[in-house]
């Protein structure tokens, strides 16, 4: 079957601008994750769902970030006013809830701020 | 604190060499996960394994194999044999139950299999 698909899989943006980024996660599965991917920092977690809340906030950096989730399904995560520290590979995964502990993860989107 | 320190940063090997990859791990829970995944050039990350704080038991498939010792903290990857096609970075994890599922990521390992 399909797996996690991402969108963009680039974005080259100005700083201060707001970005969209989307994961569409496997279907069926209810558990949703949002990594951060950077040089300096390696691979960083930054927000959990399930189904449409998300229980587990802890890993966004600062309150420019947001994510949300709708229909259990779709996963939208925003940057607001981009910094270029904000350059990174934006990692999603998706995992079944009888089978949590197993994430699969999408090809990701390379954001660059300019 | 959670940390997963893989310290080769960088590993070139001739093809059909054994290489072997370190993870060291540090929780203090007594229930958690250890994951390998494989992130080739097109970047996707592909689960490779996960083992549970319970189940000391190596494991094999295929050319790969895992060693998870408790007593080390440590969780070791082989590729016996290793192929061009194993070319690739390669990131231990932890992964926590604590209402979350958040994995844990150890800096990554790059392989490189020269022919």
């Known amino acids: 079957g399909a797996g996690v698909s991402q969108s963009p899989s680039n974005k080259v943006t100005e700083k201060g601008k707001d970005v969209e980024l989307r994961c569409d996660p496997i279907s069926g599965h209810t558990a949703l994750y949002w990594y951060r991917q950077s040089l300096g920092q390696g691979l960083e977690f930054l927000i959990y769902?399930?189904?449409?809340?998300?229980?587990?906030k802890s890993g966004l950096p600062s309150d420019r970030f947001s994510a949300e989730r709708t229909g259990g399904s779709v996963s939208t995560l925003t940057i607001q006013r981009t910094q270029q520290e904000d350059s990174a590979v934006y990692l999603c995964a998706s995992s079944l809830e009888t089978d949590q502990e197993t994430q699969y993860f999408g090809p990701g989107t390379r954001l660059l701020v300019l | 604190a959670q940390k997963v320190t893989q310290a080769q940063t960088e590993i070139s090997v001739v093809e059909k060499e054994d290489v072997t990859l370190d993870c060291v791990y540090e929780?203090?829970?007594?229930?958690?996960?250890l994951f390998w995944y494989k992130q080739p050039p097109s970047g996707e990350l592909v689960f490779l394994i996960r083992?549970?704080?319970?189940?000391?038991q190596n494991e094999i498939s295929g050319r790969y194999s895992w060693n998870f010792q408790k007593s080390t903290s440590s969780f070791n990857f082989t590729i016996t044999a290793s192929q061009v096609v194993d070319s690739a970075v390669y990131f231990c994890?932890?992964?926590?139950?604590?209402?979350?599922?958040?994995?844990?990521f150890g800096q990554g390992t790059r392989l490189t299999i020269n022919p």
């Open positions: 083992r549970n704080s319970f189940d000391e």
């Open positions: 929780t203090r829970d007594t229930t958690y996960y």
């Open positions: 994890a932890l992964g926590l139950i604590q209402g979350a599922q958040k994995l844990v």
């Open positions: 769902f399930q189904g449409n809340s998300a229980p587990d």
